[in-house]
């Protein structure tokens, strides 16, 4: 646990549309480098959205405007790091907003120990997950279970992962997830056919990350609302 800086504070939002969180990070990030707000881990769910990272090709989105509208599907250019992904009901994502150095982390220990804490969780339902040299997230066999990408700003990192717990996996079929074409994206219900809550799977998730990254969580601490809630980046 850090000693030079007080409990991060954890919340769980509910479903929340990808760009309202992504204005909540953003207000948070500028906060935690000022020292006006703590570090905080948000964990929630997003309405079906494909996002495109730092490194994400057009090409990469397979289904048209036209389809998405009628999915219901949002496209959204995002910041952080990493290609296409989708986000939607029965997924976990985490959003943890933390400054790395008070915590004795650089970035590349970041990832790792976000990964290992993704495995030790899925390890509890008999998952054996594991990170893959060269590639981020959390995979069992050529199957990715967990997504992770993220944005280092001014020494505070944001963005985070998503882990499919009951997601409908065919919405993966809308894009080249994460630009790979030879691989597939499965879920904690399709690997041992158990159905998860997304806040029950966040709250017995917690103390993994909390491990990991030696921190001491707050569930008890309020969250702002975001300084902006537009919807740049909407396509």
């Known amino acids: 646990m850090s000693r030079s800086r007080p409990p991060v504070r954890s919340?769980?939002?509910?479903?929340?549309?990808?760009?309202?969180?992504?204005?909540?990070?953003?207000?948070?990030?500028?906060?935690?480098?000022?020292?006006?707000?703590?570090?905080?881990?948000?964990?929630?769910?997003?309405p079906h959205v494909f996002t495109m990272g730092r490194k994400g090709l057009a090409e990469h989105v397979l289904w048209d405007e036209r389809e998405r509208a009628r999915r219901r599907v949002d496209l959204i250019w995002s910041d952080r790091g990493g290609d296409a992904t989708y986000h939607g009901p029965g997924q976990l994502v985490g959003y943890p907003i933390l400054d790395l150095a008070s915590h004795g982390l650089d970035l590349l220990d970041y990832l790792r120990s976000l990964e290992a804490s993704l495995v030790a969780y899925l390890r509890e339902f008999g998952i054996e997950g594991a990170a893959v040299p060269g590639l981020t997230g959390?995979?069992?066999?050529?199957?990715?279970?967990?997504?992770?990408?993220?944005?280092?700003n001014g020494g505070v990192v944001s963005h985070g992962f998503a882990l499919n717990l009951t997601t409908d996996l065919n919405f993966f079929e809308g894009i080249v997830p994460c630009g790979i074409?030879?691989?597939?994206?499965?879920?904690?219900?399709?690997?041992?056919?158990?159905?998860?809550?997304?806040?029950?799977a966040a709250r017995a998730y917690a103390p993994h990350l909390a491990s990991a990254l030696g921190l001491e969580l707050d569930w008890s601490a309020p969250l702002p609302e975001p300084a902006t809630a537009g919807r740049m980046g909407v396509k």
Do not use: M, N
């Open 11 to 46: 919340c769980w939002l509910g479903s929340v549309p990808y760009q309202r969180a992504w204005d909540l990070q953003r207000s948070l990030v500028e906060g935690v480098r000022s020292a006006a707000s703590p570090d905080t881990v948000l964990f929630l769910e997003h």
């Open 138 to 152: 959390v995979w069992v066999g050529d199957a990715k279970v967990a997504a992770i990408g993220v944005k280092f």
């Open 181 to 200: 074409t030879d691989k597939k994206a499965t879920s904690v219900e399709a690997l041992t056919g158990r159905r998860l809550g997304t806040e029950e």
